[in-house]
């Protein structure tokens, strides 16, 4: 029988076998039963369906490369999962697989990827493609490496269909393998089933049974159930384990069909009660590094079988399918499940909750005890359950209220009598008998939280009444209640090694309770906002430290020191129900949002500094821990076994602290895609981004397939940002008007225990600048830009200057005015009018006193005269264009130094030029009033004067070491009749000057005239 194949879409062909097959088995479906004793609920299971849009094609081949990912081969192509999405493999080089249809995948430790399909074998290696085989009617079926490395595959070829064992060597398909004596007769021989022994010899899967290849010789094996169905179906799956066993897995069931194994040539089907492997019709076998064997089935789901124990797992459980195709345990424990429906995948949960699916009477758990005979019990609201060798069983004697009602507490005590509290009522369970405890008047003990034993065998009672009692029990009576104020109201108690009892009270501290004295440990002070804060599990340890569970964190107290270990230690939470130590002293909690572990070596080191934050381990719901407080007792327990047991309302969570996986290791960290302007580069080199790049996307993620919820990245994008960006979860990192340059991204993650690849990847890329954003346009632009401030300055000056020259010019034109008025008017006039006071004056006789006043007043109007006309004469000399200010100065000193024993001193530095004459006199006038205070009122015994002739200004300075004056002067209105500081300046505000006086008393008075080189110097014209 054959199935033909479509030109434009074959279908994998030893599926397809198989899918027809099953339409001939359905009828032979068998029901299964589940031993309690092994917990499917261990196991966290999450689905990938086909309807959710995340596999367009059915999933087949699972593999997993050395980089971590997941790979899924389909009917349309290749897929590529990092735990939270799929997408679909397409070559950045263009290439393409042989076929489309991949029918096996299998990933190598040297990173490369071999996919088999309908149409041959390629491998995948650092994004490149390479063809190993081509062959139009040729389908790999599966791929194996085997310890030595080397890399073996089933080939199915032709129609009707026959099948050869293949090698691959130096990147070649050698069909068939060379294995000397191998002869592959049974039909078509290897439907998928291929195992290579310790001892080098194979075993083949065939369609009509076994076929074993040692030392090159070939034997046969024909089990009944292909014999009957003439080989439609075959051998799908062998498997050897630890113990021996080797197990052969067939896609027909019947006598010697289904799951089989295979003892000394015999085959013996897995018969429990209510199973039998023989009436399965299976599709494939996997043994996971646990030595359990998984199997999936044509129609009936998965199972899981360990040893002589089997768990089954149905579309009604929540697998996507009952139709299972394939199976693949990857790197982290996760096991890897496809059906005609989607993708599942079982990761083992560390925390386990224990319910009706175990057995339970009910899932709200109130109590829970460890004994010494290694048996659990578990008190529920609808009685006593009782965990033995792997067995639940429920209390069915004794009074009803302990088979019907909630157990609201248990204690087992130093003469291993059984304390069990119901309702209203409390018995103690000895030798089969149940005795009441009760009152002198035979009353009952109320409803009792808490039970402890102290030294002197005293069992003491908490109460969870509306009136929280403490009482003492003696034998079977209740002979001591205690009430506020001689104890606080309380929830928790617990013995103390030294004697007395410790009590956890309801307000949140800790009291002891011994030889009826009260000492009570507050703790009001930790975390006062919270309102919830009663005690709900106590530890007292041998060295007297007590411990609380409290609603506000763990308190402690020991040796007079009392400590709290709170959120801000490193507690993901406030609140804790339970505490207990597991047997490497590592202290496990109870928590509203999960459970913790803290090692033996961080509670030391708490201990020894209080305020540290503790490293933990957290476990949360993605670990199966759904935790919330016991409706009473919130007492844990470590059984025999060293498992702990912490009672809930929706079940008893179990943890098996020997089971718990080594941390993860750091998981690798892959930038995948980055996109600038909706244009997609490759990361495999660095790529360089146009100019005016606006929107940057860079796409990593870090292959995690067990927790991937719980993956932290962080990123930095060197060149821009100097701090990393704590991002969560976030795989995408945006950017936007990046300037241009070089940068570097990089990208760092952690995993759920933790564990961070420091390292993580990295690349980097470069964003080309448009032309205005080039070096050299920026220095052109500067250089434009000074150029054209200087212009603008050069302009502004000039203007100023030309201004200041204008008034200077007018100035000038005045003053000639002025000459010319008073040489051609005034002076004329009164030389006129001299000579009529002549003329009057003749006219008087000699001797006449009159006479004599006249001639006086001509000679003094003769002086007068003479000096008018030195003025004006002057004043026509201060309009000359060229003044050698040098000359008059140096003339100046001559004129000084002849009156005074004063050393005056005289420096020029510079080329002497020409002033303008206005700028000169003024320059000349203010000198001279220097000049003149010095020698008037510094008593100076040298002053020396500098004239500077510059590019940019004429300088004139004037320093004495005379007996100066306080600066405060220079500010104040000047006294009557000494006007000679603010003259100064008024000349110097009038050629544009900067005029500047600094002196202190005793230490003389330097003052210094700057006339910008425009308005000093004279001009040509």
Request: hydrophobic share 40%; with cysteine.
């Amino acid at each position: 029988m054959y199935v033909n194949r479509h030109a434009q879409g074959r279908i994998h062909s030893h599926l397809m076998r198989i899918l027809t097959f099953v339409l001939l088995a359905c009828a032979s479906r068998c029901a299964f039963a589940l031993d309690p004793a092994y917990l499917l609920s261990q196991y966290g299971h999450t689905s990938w369906r086909l309807q959710d849009g995340s596999l367009p094609a059915v999933p087949d081949p699972i593999a997993q490369s050395a980089d971590g990912y997941l790979w899924i081969g389909t009917t349309g192509g290749l897929y590529r999962f990092d735990g939270v999405r799929f997408t679909r493999w397409v070559s950045e080089f263009g290439e393409e697989l042989a076929a489309k249809n991949v029918t096996a995948l299998l990933g190598t430790p040297d990173g490369s990827l071999w996919i088999g399909s309908d149409s041959g074998l390629d491998r995948l290696r650092d994004g490149r493609l390479t063809r190993i085989s081509k062959e139009l009617d040729a389908t790999i079926v599966e791929l194996t490496l085997e310890p030595d490395g080397s890399i073996w595959a089933v080939r199915t070829y032709g129609a009707p269909f026959a099948t050869s064992l293949c090698r691959v060597h130096e990147d070649r398909l050698q069909c068939p393998a060379p294995l000397p004596g191998l002869e592959l007769t049974m039909s078509s021989c290897c439907a998928r089933g291929f195992l290579r022994e310790a001892d080098g010899s194979i075993w083949l899967g065939a369609d009509l049974g076994m076929i074993h290849w040692q030392a090159g010789k070939t034997s046969a094996i024909y089990p009944a159930a292909l014999s009957e169905s003439r080989g439609m179906a075959g051998v799908v799956g062998v498997a050897r384990t630890r113990r021996g066993d080797l197990w052969v897995a067939m896609a027909r069931d019947g006598r010697e069909g289904g799951l089989q194994r295979l003892v000394n040539g015999k085959f013996q089907p897995l018969v429990t009660t209510g199973f039998d492997s023989s009436a399965l019709s299976i599709f494939a076998l996997y043994k996971d590094r646990q030595d359990t064997l998984w199997v999936a089935t044509a129609d009936q789901g998965l199972l899981r079988i360990d040893g002589d124990r089997v768990e089954r797992f149905r579309a009604s459980d929540g697998l996507s399918a009952d139709n299972v195709l394939r199976l693949f345990e990857d790197r982290e424990g996760n096991v890897w499940v496809s059906t005609v429906r989607g993708l599942d995948r079982f990761r083992e949960f560390s925390v386990v909750p224990y319910s009706t699916r175990e057995g339970l009477s009910s899932d709200d758990t109130g109590s829970v005890m460890a004994r010494a005979d290694g048996s659990v019990w578990l008190g529920t609201s609808q009685g006593v359950n009782i965990l033995r060798d792997g067995r639940v069983s429920k209390l069915d004697r004794g009074p009803a209220v302990l088979r019907d009602h909630q157990i609201t507490s248990m204690f087992e005590d130093a003469s291993g009598r059984l304390w069990l509290g119901a309702a209203q009522s409390m018995f103690i369970f000895d030798r089969g008998t149940f005795t009441p405890v009760e009152d002198a008047e035979g009353r009952p003990s109320g409803l009792v939280a808490s039970i402890a034993q102290d030294t002197r065998r005293n069992v003491w009672m908490q109460l969870a009444a509306r009136e929280r009692k403490l009482m003492r029990v003696e034998g079977t009576r209740i002979v001591e209640q205690l009430r506020e104020p001689q104890v606080p109201p309380g929830r928790e108690v617990a013995a103390d090694p030294a004697g007395g009892i410790w009590i956890g009270t309801m307000s949140g501290d800790l009291a002891r309770y011994r030889d009826g004295q009260l000492e009570t440990i507050s703790f009001a002070d930790v975390n006062p906002d919270i309102t919830e804060r009663h005690v709900d599990d106590l530890i007292v340890l041998a060295d007297g430290t007590v411990m609380g569970a409290a609603g506000y964190g763990l308190i402690e107290t020991q040796r007079g020191q009392r400590r709290a270990l709170v959120r801000s230690n490193g507690l993901p939470c406030d609140r804790v129900w339970a505490m207990q130590f597991d047997r490497s002293e590592d202290l496990w909690l109870s928590l509203e949002c999960g459970f913790v572990r803290i090692t033996k070596g961080e509670l030391a080191a708490w201990r020894q500094e209080p305020s540290r934050r503790v490293a933990l381990r957290w476990f949360d719901a993605l670990d199966g821990a759904t935790p919330t407080r016991a409706p009473f007792m919130s007492e844990s327990a470590m059984s025999k076994d060293g498992r702990l047991w912490f009672p809930s309302l929706n079940g008893t969570h179990v943890i098996d602290p020997s089971r718990l996986k080594e941390p993860a290791a750091a998981p690798p960290v892959h930038i995948e895609a980055i996109v600038a302007d909706r244009k997609q580069y490759s990361v495999r080199s660095r790529p360089v981004f146009p100019a005016l790049t606006r929107d940057i996307e860079i796409d990593y993620t870090a292959p995690s397939l067990a927790l991937p919820q719980k993956l932290t990245f962080r990123y930095r994008l060197g060149g821009y940002e100097e701090h990393w960006q704590e991002v969560g979860t976030r795989r995408q990192a945006f950017y936007n008007d990046l300037a241009p340059g070089r940068y570097t991204f990089h990208v760092t993650a952690c995993n759920h225990d933790a564990v961070c690849n420091e390292q993580g990847a990295s690349f980097g890329f470069e964003v080309l600048p448009t032309f205005y954003q080039t070096a050299w346009f920026i220095v052109l632009a500067i250089l434009a830009s000074v150029l054209l401030l200087w212009a603008v300055l050069a302009i502004r000056v000039r203007q100023v200057a030309t201004r200041i020259r204008s008034r200077l010019e007018a100035s000038l034109e005045e003053r000639e005015r002025i000459a010319r008025e008073l040489h051609d008017t005034f002076l004329q006039s009164v030389q006129g009018l001299m000579l009529k006071f002549q003329g009057a004056m003749e006219k008087i006789p000699t001797g006449e006193p009159a006479r004599d006043l006249m001639e006086q007043a001509l000679d003094r109007a003769d002086v007068v005269l003479v000096e008018g006309r030195k003025r004006v004469t002057a004043l026509r000399h201060s309009t000359r264009a060229q003044r050698d200010f040098t000359a008059a100065i140096r003339q100046l000193v001559a004129h000084v130094s002849e009156d005074t024993v004063v050393d005056v001193r005289l420096t020029v530095e510079g080329q002497s030029r020409g002033l303008h004459p206005v700028v000169a006199e003024e320059a000349e006038r203010i000198l001279s009033e220097g000049l003149t205070n010095a020698l008037r009122h510094a008593n100076a015994h040298t002053i020396q004067i500098e004239i500077l002739y510059s590019r940019r200004e004429l300088t004139v300075r004037l320093v004495d070491d005379g007996r100066g004056f306080d600066e405060s002067v220079l500010q104040a209105a000047p006294a009557d009749g000494h006007w000679g500081l603010a003259g100064m300046r008024e000349r110097a505000r009038k050629i544009q000057a900067q005029f500047e006086i600094a002196s202190r008393p005793d230490a003389g008075t330097s003052i210094e005239l700057r006339v910008p080189a425009n308005i000093a110097y004279a001009s040509d014209r």
